[in-house]
Every structure is written in structure tokens, then in C-alpha cells.
């Protein structure tokens, strides 16, 4: 997959949000290092909550609102190489991680 050869930067709306490095991937998902910009404190802790919904409430509307919130601007992620951006990608970060498909 072309992912595991270019860094992305990451995108919500027109906000860059970090850097993430792919590291690997387990079709259907990609995993990957990621780095915050200054700007991601702004909505970190939205990130925060999903992860929480997703692990205690699979499938539910709560999560669904959670990532709604999260992706309503527009996900995206843009190689900074040869590549294709990756529109409104499925998206989670914990930390200094981040994994998507």
C-alpha cells in the first residue's frame, strides 16, 4: 500500500492537526506514528471522548454523534510524497498513535 511510503499530514477541515509516519498495516487498518500540531490541543480531548464511546458503547448513536463532531469539517489525509490524499478517512488517535482506514 502506498500509505506505508509517505508521511500524511493530517487535515480537519482546513486545520492542519499533525504528521502521522504509517508504520504498518493490518487490512482494513493502517497504523502509524503521530505527531500534534499546536493546533490539535484544540480538539484533542474530542478524540478522547470517542475512544471512550467507541470502547464502551460499540455501534451506538453516542459514539456516532462523538465522530460526527470529530469528522463534520472533512477528515483528510495528504502525503507529503507521491500518493493520494485519503478523504474522510475512519480515524482514531491515543497519544502518539493513530490508526485508520
Not at 50 to 56: G, H, I, K, T
Not at 90 to 101: E, F, N, P, T, V
Amino acid at each position: 500500500m502506498s500509505s506505508m511510503f509517505s508521511k500524511y499530514a493530517f487535515y480537519r477541515g482546513d486545520v492542519l492537526l499533525g504528521d502521522i509516519s504509517p508504520t504498518h498495516s493490518d487490512f482494513p487498518w493502517h497504523y502509524g506514528d503521530f505527531e500534534p500540531t499546536d493546533d490539535f490541543q484544540a480538539v484533542a480531548m474530542l478524540f478522547v471522548k470517542e475512544l471512550v464511546l467507541l470502547e464502551s458503547s460499540k455501534g451506538s448513536k453516542d459514539w456516532d454523534t462523538a465522530y460526527n463532531t470529530i469528522s463534520n469539517p472533512g477528515l483528510r489525509l495528504e502525503p507529503y510524497g507521491p500518493g493520494k490524499s485519503i478523504n474522510n478517512p475512519l480515524i482514531h488517535i491515543q497519544g502518539g498513535k493513530a490508526w485508520w482506514r
